[in-house]
């Protein structure tokens, strides 16, 4: 049988993704959690299962531990960037972020291997800085500068690097959940220990694709890993006007596990994406984490949030995801407090060359505006970094200094 | 075989060919394709071991395996989604639409996800949507529809509309091979009416090409899908020097060859059985307007359907749809302007 040029250049992928699970294969018997997932618990506590329940244990080195709060710090750093020059009048339209939920986009993407595919969307930005997207063009893309990630085509968060192996999201919600689990089939029909993770709000659990995606994945068994954030709100919407059950227990009547953690403990979210993407790469198809968590900043910059109770905000303000870790790795994970205060500073640093960078990078030429409708061939998409040391070798460096 | 249909079925002299229905054509194109290679995948409802509602898949499952000829759940969406993600992926997924209609429920994956990613992000999504479309059985409002001016009006979809066997079998080949999002337009009346030499083995029809299909000086009939055959007949039928030009692709739209005949002939009817307003009629109206008024002798004619859904009962159906007297009526008072 003769094969297409495009199917001669994923060939490579391919075998860098059955090295991934020959490498994989050699840690199971140490790393294995796939024991510890829950099934639709609706009994859960208020902010899922606790980081002492399911801590990173010996899945993660110090180097690990240094690169989450790294990310965490970094997304922050830079979406507090983004909101100033918002303010600035820099970004035209408005401006959204994932100000809260750092734990739930850094401790998911951490667990991919470099072959593993994201469609990754606008609450988290961590996800692509793990995956190697430099700051600069994540701020350059809310600019609409050519030095963006789309070069000015789209804006805001609906990027993906397609080298890193990323889909940009589209806005209606949860469209991207269908085209992760479609990158999942083209796994299994090839038989790839590959897998396809990718996010959605609360909120898109309401829509039809989301029923559509779930059944799918769990009709065919694939290897994607669904990861549901409840920040409490749909713009202005409250869970209970947005479902009469907790979604994540609608996971085992598609046929596969839910789970919910803590999404503000980034070790609680990394531990449990893990075990699902092993899970996946493994064969034994989807499984759905809800990581509970709390938009702290509007749906966009254009919303003051008047609808969240105050003492609702209070609460969760008290459980900041960033400050939560940096106190857990000085108190229990052997960090000295200038440790900690070395990488947040790092994170602002690198930052503020970001910024810099960002608007150094020209408006695109209009020229452009009528380019690229139409593809000439199809490329495979490259692969993501991944610092997780399970992957580090050959692969990947451990991705900090690159953030 | 018609003699029209004979002069319409130019082939090279050295190939082989089959007489085939259309319906017969598109399986042996995508039978083909999955045989030259193994990215093909085929993803509908019921395409498996049932062979498709309307047979196209019939063996496919046998020969192919489950894993590339995949029955999907009802969930058109997800037929177009998936697709997407797993084309970005390396695969070349044909979705069955199991009536075209019924693209409407995965519209949303379609002209949002699947037409815009190039544009916005540099990824090719190759995906072939086969939509069987058409009336004239009573399949009513929601069986009989010829969406393609919906299409039309997302940017990044290619539309193709074979009108022939031989073109079902090379466009089919094309759009599998082409790295974009291509809706493939299968005329349902057309499935087992007509039949045509087809070239066996590798057969394509570039995307984007129109075909004179008769020749003719008085006047020019621009059609695509079953309104090709209602021009041939109407032209045969009155035995006028008429032109009729099929379309093939609505997107890329041939639109040298649209002028060209009407330069060529000076009157213009532009047909198809889809409704009227903002209809690829309209558009290849503005075009030859814009670009050939001093060589009109007429101003441009269209023979469409009303703007109405499609009713079920027979007589409604026919009054609606373009009927064989309607096109020769249209060609009589176009000729005698």
Same mark, same amino acid.
């Given at each position: ?194 897998? %396809?993770? $990718?996010?959605?709000?609360? &909120?898109? *659990?309401?829509? =039809?694709?989301?029923? /559509? !995606? ?36 609608? %996971?085992? $009547?598609?046929?596969?596990? &839910?789970? *919910?953690?803590? =999404?503000?403990?980034? /070790? !609680? ?135 | ?337």
């Amino acid at each position: 049988m003769k094969r297409s040029d495009d199917a001669v250049a994923s060939e490579g992928a391919r075998e860098r993704a059955r090295d991934d699970l020959r490498r994989l294969a050699g840690h199971n018997g140490e790393h294995s959690r796939r024991g510890d997932h829950t099934v639709g618990n609706g009994a859960t506590a208020e902010h899922g299962t606790t980081a002492e329940q399911t801590s990173g244990g010996d899945l993660l080195d110090r180097e690990d531990r240094a690169n989450l709060l790294l990310y965490m710090a970094t997304m922050r750093a830079a979406e507090e960037r983004g909101l100033t020059l918002y303010r600035q009048g820099k970004v035209p339209g408005s401006f959204y972020d994932g100000c809260g939920q750092e734990a739930i986009s850094v401790g998911a993407a951490y667990a991919l291997a470099p072959t593993d595919r994201m469609c990754i969307l606008h609450r988290d930005l961590g996800a692509h800085f793990v995956r190697g997207v430099t700051p600069d063009r994540y701020l350059a893309n809310y600019m609409g500068r050519a030095g963006g990630v789309t070069g000015g085509k789209d804006g805001n968060m609906h990027f993906g690097d397609r080298g890193l192996g990323c889909v940009g999201m589209v806005s209606m919600l949860p469209d991207m959940a269908l085209v992760a689990t479609g990158m999942a089939m083209a796994f299994k029909v090839r038989h790839e220990p590959r897998v %396809a993770m $990718t996010f959605f709000g609360e &909120g898109s *659990t309401a829509n =039809g694709q989301w029923h /559509e !995606a779930m059944n799918l994945a769990g009709v065919q068994r694939l290897p994607v890993v669904f990861i549901l954030e409840n920040n409490q709100f749909a713009y202005s919407t409250p869970n209970d006007l947005e479902f009469a059950v907790d979604p994540v227990e609608r %996971a085992h $009547t598609y046929g596969f596990p &839910g789970v *919910t953690v803590d =999404g503000n403990d980034v /070790e !609680a979210v990394f531990e449990s994406a893990q075990a699902a993407v092993d899970r996946a790469r493994a064969g034994d198809g989807p499984t759905l984490i809800e990581c509970r968590t709390m938009r702290m900043h509007g749906h966009g910059a254009h919303d003051d949030m008047s609808y969240v109770p105050p003492e609702m905000f209070e609460e969760w303000s008290q459980r900041d995801p960033i400050d939560l870790y940096s106190s857990r790795l000085v108190s229990d994970l052997g960090f000295g407090p200038e440790d900690v205060d070395r990488i947040r500073a790092e994170a602002a640093a690198t930052v503020d060359e970001a910024a810099a960078k960002a608007l150094e990078s020209p408006m695109p030429d209009p020229e452009i505006a009528t380019d690229g409708v139409f593809a000439e061939r199809w490329e495979a998409l490259g692969d993501g970094k991944a610092p997780w040391s399970r992957w580090t070798g050959e692969h990947n460096g451990n991705g900090r200094t690159e953030t | 075989m018609t003699a029209t249909e004979m002069r319409a079925t130019s082939l090279p002299e050295e190939s082989s060919t089959r007489e085939m229905t259309y319906l017969e054509a598109i399986s042996d194109a995508l039978r083909e394709e999955m045989r030259r290679d193994e990215t093909v995948i085929c993803f509908g409802q019921d395409i498996g071991a049932f062979g498709g509602a309307f047979k196209v898949t019939d063996g496919f499952f046998e020969e192919f395996g489950a894993e590339r000829v995949i029955d999907a759940p009802l969930a058109e969406n997800a037929i177009i989604g998936a697709a997407t993600g797993a084309a970005i992926e390396g695969l070349r997924p044909v979705c069955e639409m199991q009536f075209a209609d019924f693209i409407s429920c995965g519209f949303d994956q379609l002209v949002n996800v699947a037409a815009k990613l190039h544009y916005r992000q540099g990824v090719a999504v190759p995906i072939v949507v086969r939509l069987p479309s058409g009336g004239g059985f009573s399949g009513g409002p929601f069986h009989s529809q010829n969406p393609e001016a919906w299409f039309l009006q997302a940017p990044g979809l290619k539309v193709v509309a074979p009108a022939f066997a031989a073109d079902a079998k090379g466009l089919m080949a094309s759009a599998i091979r082409d790295p974009n999002p291509v809706c493939y337009l299968e005329h349902k009346g057309l499935y087992r009416n007509i039949r045509g030499e087809v070239p066996e083995g590798e057969h394509t029809v570039p995307l984007g090409e129109a075909r004179v299909v008769r020749e003719g000086e008085e006047a020019s009939v621009i059609a695509y899908g079953s309104s090709v055959h209602l021009a041939l007949e109407a032209a045969e039928a009155l035995g006028e020097d008429v032109e009729v030009l099929d379309l093939r692709s609505l997107c890329p739209l041939d639109t040298d060859s649209i002028l060209a005949t009407a330069r060529k002939t000076g009157k213009v009817l532009v047909a198809h059985e889809a409704t009227r307003s903002c209809g690829v009629g309209a558009e290849v109206a503005a075009i030859v307007t814009e670009n050939a008024f001093e060589n009109l002798d007429a101003p441009v004619r269209r023979l469409t359907a009303p703007d109405v859904p499609i009713p079920f009962s027979p007589p409604l159906e026919q009054s609606v749809l373009p009927q064989l007297d309607d096109m020769k009526e249209a060609l009589r008072e176009l000729l005698a302007y």
